[in-house]
T-cell receptor, first 118, second 112 residues
Framework: DTAVSQTPKYLVTQMGNDKSIKCEQN?????MYWYKQDSKKFLKIMFS???????INETVPNRFSPKSPDKAHLNLHINSLELGDSAVYFC?????????????????FGPGTRLTVL | GQSLEQPSEVTAVEGAIVQINCTYQ??????LSWYQQHDGGAPTFLSY????GLEETGRFSSFLSRSDSYGYLLLQELQMKDSASYFC?????????????FGTGTRLLVSP
């Protein structure tokens, strides 16, 4: 019954390697997100997809590439990992929010993937 | 752009009431939300304020004053399980309202 799931939960790897994190949601949402939370717990959005279309692409190194094969899945591939990439990466999903002030669709977060680059 | 400021840490004892403040600067305001995150866990949604005033959900209430660009989360009858980090967040109208900008987070420590 997991709403938003991520794999793997922990990822320990060497600098320079390439790794992927996978995310799946079974909530029927049409929008998915990747967030990075650093060691100071600052939570910052990286990417967002709506119905497989990229709608948010923050200032993130080109080494990070998201891919959404369908609206229930959003993966994150990271090339040439660096020490500074060490963080917890959260996937989230929601229904698309309209511009109305009262309209708000909460985001549901996955359990996170703790990435450690050695 | 948006920026949100919160106190870094708040401490309180079980049974007490605590208020976590959030001041924000936004180019266009579209509501203030609150998320809770336990250590090692994922952020979970607590509340959303679109208009001025107090919204109550059980032991938690959230307040908004748009004229002051200020909001707070009020936690009553504190329990040990309320020890967590609390984040305020605003929506970014420049990206079609899908983007949430989170505050710096407030770590709440509840002691016996």
């Amino acid at each position: 019954d997991t709403a938003v799931s991520q794999t793997p939960k922990y990822l320990v790897t060497q600098m320079g390697n390439d790794k992927s994190i996978k995310c799946e949601q079974n909530l029927g949402h049409d929008t998915m997100y990747w967030y990075k939370q650093d060691s100071k717990k600052f939570l910052k959005i990286m990417f967002s997809y709506n119905n497989k279309e990229l709608i948010i692409n923050e200032t993130v190194p080109n080494r990070f590439s998201p891919k959404s094969p369908d609206k229930a899945h959003l993966n994150l591939h990271i090339n040439s990992l660096e020490l500074g990439d060490s963080a917890v990466y959260f996937c989230a999903s929601s229904r698309r929010t309209s511009g109305g002030l009262r309209a708000y669709n909460e985001q549901f977060f996955g359990p996170g993937t703790r990435l450690t680059v050695l | 752009g948006q920026s949100l400021e919160q106190p870094s840490e708040v401490t309180a004892v079980e049974g007490a009431i605590v208020q976590i403040n959030c001041t924000y600067q936004t180019s266009g305001f579209y509501g203030l939300s609150w998320y809770q995150q336990h250590d090692g866990g994922a952020p979970t949604f607590l509340s959303y304020n679109a208009l001025d005033g107090l919204e109550e959900t059980g032991r938690f209430s959230s307040f908004l004053s748009r004229s002051d660009s200020y909001g707070y989360l009020l936690l009553q009858e504190l329990q040990m399980k309320d020890s967590a980090s609390y984040f305020c967040a605003v929506r970014d109208s420049n990206t079609g309202f899908q983007k949430l900008v989170f505050g710096t987070g407030t770590r709440l420590l509840v002691s016996p």
